[in-house]
C-alpha cells in the first residue's frame, strides 16, 4: 500500500532559526512529489514540485530535496517568520495504471514560529 | 487566478439531517475530489470524479455520496449526517492526462459540526 509519513509531527522553533521538516514515501512507481503549506483555517497550496530527475528545488526561503533512490525528501525553511507558522503536507504522486493520478498524503508537520 | 469555491465555511447540524456540501471550480479542470481532514489523521480522500456524471470511492466513502452533473461543480452529500462526520471538508480540482503534474487547487474548506 501506497504511503507517506512526516516526521517530526509538531515543531516550535524561534523566529530567524532554521529548520528541516522530513517525508519518506513508499509509493511506486513514482511521478512527483509536492510540499503544501495549509495556514490554519485554509486549503493547501501548493509550495514546491519534485520529479524524478530533481534533487533540490527553492521557492524563495523554502528548499525542497528529493532522493528517489531512498524515497526521501525535506524540506529546509530559512531564516524563518511568524508567517511560516503554518503545517506542511508532504503528497506523493505515483503513476497510474489506468485512469488519473490520485496523490497519497502525508499527514503533515505542524510548524510553530515563535517571536 | 484560479479559484475552488466551498460554499460554506461554517455549518452546524443536527443528527440526521441531510447535509449537502457544494464545490465550484473555474480551471475547467477534469478531475474533482473531496477530502476530511481530521486532527492527527491529516487529508483523506472520500470520493474523486474525473468526468461529468464519474465517480469513484475513495478511502473512506462510507456515509457519503456526491454529485457530479456539470464539469465545474461536485457536490459532497451526507444523507444522514452523525456526530462522527464533524470535521474540516475540502474540495480539490487537478487536470487530467498523462502530463498532469499533479498539483491540486483547493478549496478554504467547510468545517461542519453535527450535534
Known amino acids: 500500500k501506497n504511503q507517506v509519513e512526516q516526521s517530526p509531527q509538531s515543531l516550535i522553533i524561534l523566529e530567524g532559526k532554521n529548520c528541516t521538516l522530513q517525508c519518506n514515501y513508499t509509493v511506486s512507481p513514482f511521478s512527483n512529489l509536492r510540499w503544501y503549506k495549509q495556514d490554519t483555517g485554509r486549503g493547501p497550496v501548493s509550495l514546491t514540485i519534485?520529479?524524478?530527475?530533481?534533487n533540490t528545488k527553492s521557492n524563495g526561503r523554502y528548499t525542497a530535496t528529493l532522493d528517489a533512490d531512498t524515497k526521501q525528501s525535506s524540506l529546509h525553511i530559512t531564516a524563518s517568520q511568524l508567517s511560516d507558522s503554518a503545517s506542511y503536507i508532504c503528497v506523493v504522486t505515483g503513476v497510474p495504471s489506468g485512469g488519473s493520478y490520485i496523490p497519497t498524503f502525508g499527514r503533515g508537520t505542524s510548524l510553530i514560529v515563535h517571536p | 487566478d484560479v479559484k475552488v469555491t466551498q460554499s460554506s465555511r461554517y455549518l452546524v447540524k443536527r443528527t440526521g439531517e441531510k447535509v449537502f456540501l457544494e464545490c465550484v471550480q473555474d480551471m475547467d479542470h477534469e478531475n474533482m475530489f473531496w477530502y476530511r481532514q481530521d486532527p492527527g489523521l491529516g487529508l483523506r480522500l472520500i470520493y474523486f470524479?474525473?468526468?461529468?456524471?464519474?465517480?469513484e470511492k475513495g478511502d473512506i466513502p462510507e456515509g457519503y455520496s456526491v454529485s457530479r452533473e456539470k464539469k465545474e461543480r461536485f457536490s459532497l452529500i451526507l444523507e444522514s449526517a452523525s456526530t462522527n462526520q464533524t470535521s474540516m471538508y475540502l474540495c480539490a480540482s487537478s487536470e487530467a492526462g498523462t502530463a498532469n503534474t499533479g498539483e491540486l487547487f483547493f478549496g478554504e474548506g467547510s468545517r461542519l459540526t453535527v450535534l
Open positions: 470524479s474525473y468526468d461529468v456524471k464519474m465517480k
Open positions: 519534485m520529479t524524478f530527475s530533481e
